[in-house]
Every structure is written in C-alpha cells, then in structure tokens.
C-alpha cells in the first residue's frame, strides 16, 4: 500500500493527538482505523464487481505473468469465478480483471 505524500504533515498533525492515550484508548482508535479500512476496500471491491455480469468474457494476467482469458460463471462476496476451459476454474478478484470484446 502506498504512502500519501503528506506523510510528514499527517505525523504531526496525528502524534499531539495520539501521545496521550492510554492502551485502552489506542486499542479503541485501532479498531476503527482498521475498520475503516477494511469499508475502504470493500467499496472498492463492489465498485469493481459492478463492472462485470455472468457470461462476460474476461481476461487477467496471472502472477506468473501468463495471460489467461475466461466467461464469468459467478460473482461472489470478493471475487468472480471464472471457467477457463482446459485450465479448469479460476476465482480472481474483479480489480485484475479485464472485459473481452
């Protein structure tokens, strides 16, 4: 994940804040940070999924830098499960995604 390039500015203007909690506080403050991150990524997710219907024809570059193309069979919570022919099924998540003409 990548740093916002005001670093800097968001350790000073969070430090003053946060020095003073106690374990329970920053536990607290934990919970909600993360939280809001894991909404953030699941927006995210949904906004990309919303791209994509059953039957569409597809195409992502494995890890492996192999380019795989497929027709969507499913749509589920976090990823799209696709049926790739010989190479059997693949869930991906929608954000490597790519739809086929």
Avoid: C
Avoid at 63 to 87: A, C
Wanted: zero cysteines; aromatic letters at 6%.
């Amino acid at each position: 994940m990548s740093k916002p390039d005001n670093t800097q500015a968001l350790i000073r203007k969070f430090e003053p804040l946060i020095r003073d909690l106690n374990l329970n506080e920053l536990s607290v403050l934990n919970e909600l940070v993360v939280e809001r991150i894991r909404l953030l990524h699941k927006a995210g997710t949904l906004m990309s999924m919303s791209q994509f219907h059953v039957g569409d024809r597809v195409s992502w570059e494995s890890q492996d830098g192999v380019q795989h193309t497929g027709i969507i069979f499913r749509l589920n919570q976090k990823t799209v499960s696709i049926r790739t022919g010989e190479e059997g099924y693949w869930n991906v998540a929608p954000q490597f995604l790519r739809k086929e003409d």
